[in-house]
């Protein structure tokens, strides 16, 4: 027998429902029209009239555009780490471990709009500051976590993780969004073995 807190099918949605909705409606428009025209192009009656909701639901759920441009570049940022940690695992080599990361990444990248969103425009929006912040948060830390588990294999001696962190992100930023714009996949894949390959080697 049914709950009595079981809805049948065709019943009211919950309030937090309506609300997660109206968030989304928010974002997959903002999404569409700053890939579209880009961020500073994008005026929020647009978001508004393309999410199909009133201009105070915009401004309930964010506080302004900016706090809906990192909601947006927040949802990316966890979509890619979830890629990156659907194919990588503790039992890999290091370089194969990394390997499978940064394929995965440039897969999670290629997703039409994600690399002018977390690499162009983000970092106009928000700020490299705060854009480093969101990454640790997310991708970034896999990365870092990958770094340790070498370390703990034997590489890596003597070398700071976090600032080695960094310039590989940068790297693999660099060849995402070369990648994205149509350059050789499989060039750059090469290459990023052949990085990594002297970076992870005893």
Do not use: C, W
């Not at 508004?48 to 009133?54: F, G």
């Amino acid at each position: 027998m049914q709950e009595k807190n079981d809805r049948e099918p065709g019943s009211r949605r919950t309030q937090a429902e309506r609300r997660a909705e109206t968030r989304k409606a928010l974002l997959d428009a903002a999404r569409a029209l700053i890939v579209d025209k880009g961020y500073a192009e994008t005026a929020t009656p647009e978001i508004v009239k393309a999410a199909n909701v009133t201009r105070g639901a915009l401004y309930h759920h964010f506080a302004d555009k900016a706090d809906l441009m990192r909601a947006l570049v927040l949802q990316e940022s966890e979509a890619i780490a979830a890629d990156i940690n659907a194919e990588t695992n503790t039992g890999q080599t290091p370089l194969d471990a990394f390997m499978a990361g940064a394929q995965a990444y440039f897969t999670a990248m290629s997703v039409p709009g994600r690399a002018k969103i977390m690499l162009l425009e983000g970092p106009t929006v928000l700020g490299l500051a705060e854009m480093a912040e969101i990454d640790r948060q997310t991708g970034g830390a896999t990365l870092l976590e990958g770094l340790r588990h070498a370390a703990n294999h034997g590489a890596l001696k003597d070398i700071p993780l976090e600032p080695l962190a960094d310039l590989l992100s940068s790297a693999f930023d660099r060849a995402a969004l070369a990648i994205a714009n149509g350059e050789d996949r499989a060039a750059y894949e090469r290459a990023t073995r052949k990085l990594l390959a002297g970076i992870l080697t005893e």
